[in-house]
């Protein structure tokens, strides 16, 4: 028989400034009660056994005489020896140090009893618009270990519990007896069903895992699920892979909502590695859409001047390459007529078309398709770069456009899940979270698509740009400095690549199990990056070995090669700031263009003929070192002779254009260095009694030499040829 019994505990007073910590055990068979704090332990006696099995008597209420906050009551059907209480206390004081108090109170329709809340204000505020939940991937234990020697310490360690822990009076489980995968295995397949911790597997990204409500894990010292008690702290256990903490934010100000992911991986080469990772996705609506809609029409706009632009060039390149293909086929036909008339006139058989021959012409036309191709890399990247901008754009607009929808339909259901009804079960709330999570992550994924994407447009254009730079001499010095010091630095960049390669394979092997900054090659290889810029590793000091490794990579890398590196480069910009003080036409940038752009204007006004036009005649021109009004009118692309008139004024202005003055030696010298040497020559040539030739001297000395050189080879010819001898006998009028 039992009987309502009420249990007065006396003890030492409370602290108001920490928690507490109470043990009450009764036993019927002693008839006492203990009980145990953090302050000391005390025992009353009883009469009459406690009701165990009547659930209405059994237990009822706790009375607390004076203002308390109460945590969470554990009910343990069996006695607990003070050993293990006082465990249990030390796991837990830790804990309960950072907690406040209860989340929630009985309302008792008291206005003197109420706590006020302060609000903290943020600089923009974010709704967190589901609780944390805390998704873990799990395996199951391997029968065997990858090393014997693994296997035989696992048999070892289960064979010393059962001695020492599961001996009398201690009594283990069954399966703990059995199987010493349960005390300790190593992970084997990936689990993708069955129950853990009172959880059913779901599916995440792609995973087979379990969650939980990260509140249960962390604010709760155990769990009461499916008739079974589970203590929190082995809800992460040898066999969990990868733990994953998943917080969705929503921003009202920035229309912006955010994805918090912690994620535990103690599947890592290193013993665990813990990434933080952040995802917005942003709403366009209203006026910000108008505006990046607007945005992109105008990025439309240019990509169609660069299309016609594209295609003009392809034009004109077409037309160059299909005239050195004529100019190709043009010089060997009057090789091969020269050849013909040459053995007709010796009376010999005109020779056939060796396969030498063909090889030539066959490499002569590959060397202009090289030529083209080369020529036309610039306008296909061009085209690469608007067809992938047109790409871009037709994906981004409509994925702006639904953003609001998107956002409505996945983040409303997120924020509508009822997480406080009691008919819905855990597993259905948890399931409908990573549901909407998963529609969320591929929004968020296809943005992130799109940026890549963007990115790799934006690096092509950024390259495109540093190309476009070597139209003027003054922009050029990036370009020019690199194609004057590739082969170098294409070699330096080899032997940093295999000095690289070297340090962060011995870092990685001697310093990996000691510091997370080597503890695998790829981070070793960032670190050695940053050491290579003067950001040495930290506490590099407290070990010989990483003294010496420094040392020797400071000496090396640091010193060494990086200024091998600098003075190619710092050689090869000094050329090209040669080239450009020898370049005669070289101007400054804002003049050139300005320059262009009246040039332009006038050849519109005036009838000019275009550059490729003109330069296209000019060309031809190869004996000519200045042209003048005869020269330009004969060519037939001005529109009249006063379009050549105000042609030649305008191009006079410059300096660089002027005619090439003549003296009796030739060409007159550019420069005060080459008219030093010029006239030193003359001079020398006067003093030691040598006749230097005027200009035109040689160029009758020349003719003479062709006149006999042709009388020679008249002599070969039969007496029936005697046309085509007086033809070569007759000397070439001189020049003018």
């Known amino acids: ?101 209860p989340t929630s109170r009985a309302d008792t329709g008291d206005d003197s ?35 014997e020697f693994s296997n035989t310490f696992i048999n070892q360690q289960h064979q010393r519990m059962l001695q020492a822990q599961c001996a009398l009076p201690f009594v283990c489980s069954g399966d703990v007896m059995r199987e010493p995968s349960k005390l300790l295995a190593c992970a084997g397949e990936a689990v993708e069903e069955g129950m853990q911790f009172g959880l059913n597997v779901l599916d995440f990204q792609g995973e087979k895992g379990y969650a939980d409500f990260l509140y249960s894990v962390t604010e709760s010292v155990f769990l009461f699920r499916e008739g079974a008690l589970f ?25 912006t909502t955010t994805v918090l992911t912690l994620t535990a991986d103690f599947e890592s080469s290193a013993s665990m590695t813990v990434e933080i990772e952040i995802q917005h996705f942003e709403i366009l609506e209203a006026a910000q859409l108008q505006r990046y809609i607007v945005v992109q029409i105008l990025v439309l706009v240019s990509i169609a001047i660069m299309v016609i632009d594209i295609i003009h060039n392809l034009k004109l390149t077409v037309q160059k390459c299909l005239e050195n293909h004529r100019k190709a086929a043009d010089y060997d036909l009057g090789r091969r007529r020269s050849s ?50 047109i790409v871009y754009i037709a994906y981004r607009i409509p994925s702006k456009v639904a953003s609001a929808d998107d956002t409505m339909r996945v983040v409303g259901q997120l924020a509508n899940i009822d997480w406080s009804n009691r008919g819905i079960t855990l597993e259905e709330k948890t399931s409908s979270f990573l549901k909407y999570m998963n529609q969320l992550d591929q929004l968020i994924n296809s943005e992130l698509l799109l940026n890549q994407f963007c990115n790799v447009v934006l690096i092509l254009s950024l390259l495109r740009l540093i190309k476009c730079t070597s139209m003027h001499p003054r922009l050029a010095l990036l370009e020019g400095t690199i194609k004057k010091a590739w082969d170098d630095l294409w070699h330096a960049a080899i032997l940093i690549l295999l000095l690289m390669t070297c340090f962060a394979g011995i870092a990685t092997w001697r310093f990996g199990s000691d510091r997370e900054d080597f503890a695998t090659f790829e981070s070793s290889l960032q670190k050695l990056f940053e050491m290579t810029f003067g950001e040495f590793p930290d506490e590099w000091t407290e070990s010989r070995d990483m003294q010496l490794f420094t040392v020797l990579y400071f000496m090396i890398v640091f010193l060494l090669v990086q200024n091998f590196l600098l003075a190619v ?41 275009t550059p490729y036009q003109l330069g296209s005649q000019l060309e031809k021109w190869t004996a000519r070192h200045s042209v003048g009004f005869r020269d330009l009118h004969s060519t037939a692309a001005f529109r009249s002779k006063e379009a050549v008139v105000r042609f030649l004024r305008h191009y006079a202005r410059y300096e660089f ?47 003479e030499i062709a006149s006999q050189r042709a009388q020679r080879r008249n002599r070969a010819l039969p007496p029936e040829k005697e046309g085509s001898r007086k033809q070569l006998l007759s000397p070439p009028t001189p020049p003018t």
């Open 569 to 609: 480069i710092v050689e090869a910009y000094m050329g090209v700031r040669k080239d450009n003080e020898d370049l005669e036409t070289e101007q400054e940038f804002l003049l050139d263009i300005f320059s262009s752009i009246v040039a332009h204007w006038k050849a519109h006004r005036e009838g000019w003929p």
């Open 657 to 703: 254009l002027a005619p090439i003055a003549f003296d009796d030696y030739g060409p007159e010298p550019s420069n005060e260095q080459e008219k030093l040497a010029h006239d030193l020559e003359i001079r020398l040539g006067k003093a030691m009694g040598l006749h230097i030739p005027t200009l035109k001297e040689f160029a009758h000395e020349n003719l």
């Open 113 to 147: 009893e109420l706590i006020e809340v302060t609000k903290n204000e943020f600089a923009q505020p974010s709704v967190l618009i589901a609780p944390p939940i805390i998704f873990q991937t799990r395996a199951h234990p391997a029968e065997s270990c990858p090393s």
């Open 1 to 101: 028989q039992c009987q309502d019994i009420m249990e007065n505990v006396e003890m030492k007073t409370a602290s108001n400034e920490e928690w507490t910590f109470f043990a009450i055990t009764r036993s019927n068979k002693e008839r006492d009660t203990s009980v145990m704090t953090n302050l000391g332990k005390w025992w009353e006696g009883s009469t009459m056994e406690q009701c165990l099995f009547d659930p209405d008597r059994f237990f009822t209420a706790i009375e607390v005489n004076y203002p308390s906050l109460v945590s969470p009551i554990m009910m343990i059907p069996e006695v607990v020896p003070i050993a293990a209480l006082q465990a249990s206390y030390l796991k837990s004081v830790k804990d309960m140090q950072s907690k406040s108090g």
């Open 231 to 255: 203590e929190t702290n082995e809800f992460v256990d040898a066999m969990t892979r990868a733990a994953k903490v998943l917080l969705v934010f929503y921003t009202p100000e920035a229309d």
């Open 340 to 389: 013909q008339e040459a053995a007709g006139m010796a009376g010999k058989a005109v020779p056939r078309k060796t396969c030498s021959s063909q090889w030539k012409q066959v490499m002569m036309i590959a060397g202009d398709v090289l030529s083209s191709l080369r020529e036309l890399f610039k306008d296909l990247v061009d085209a690469v770069i608007a067809v992938m901008v």
